[in-house]
């Protein structure tokens, strides 16, 4: 067995709909892939896309989750990781056209809405 590395633990998960709106166009996660893939290519990064389901009052709509870690084999820093969150939520955000999304750190919970609202 080799030698492991060690770094200290950070995560931000992204919380993205796939349904523009209330009650537009639904993406694919093959799209938030694609995204998600020219974004890590720009910046150096790799992320998790994982396909979920969100269900709230009189609704669901299809999405993903976007991971992000402190990954030991190209080891980051905190801050690093949360602009790089912020950044892709961004985007997200632009070209899903959601009303907002939600970043979920290992110390706090923060909702991004559109900035025209």
């Not at 084999?73 to 912020?86: D, G, I, K, L, V």
Request: net charge positive; aromatic share 12%.
């Amino acid at each position: 067995m080799k030698k492991t590395n060690l770094v200290k633990t950070f995560y931000a998960n992204i919380y993205c709909g796939l349904r523009e709106g209330y009650n537009g166009k639904i993406h694919t996660v093959q799209e938030a892939i694609r995204i998600c893939s020219d974004y890590c290519n720009k910046v150096k990064l790799g992320v998790t896309v994982t396909p979920t389901n969100f269900v709230y009052v009189d609704g669901d709509e299809p999405g993903v989750i976007i991971g992000l870690i402190n990954y030991p084999r190209f080891p980051s820093n905190e801050w690093s990781t949360r602009a790089n969150a912020y950044e892709l939520t961004k985007i997200l955000l632009k070209k899903f056209k959601q009303e907002r999304m939600t970043i979920v750190f290992p110390d706090i919970t923060e909702m991004i809405e559109r900035e025209d609202k």
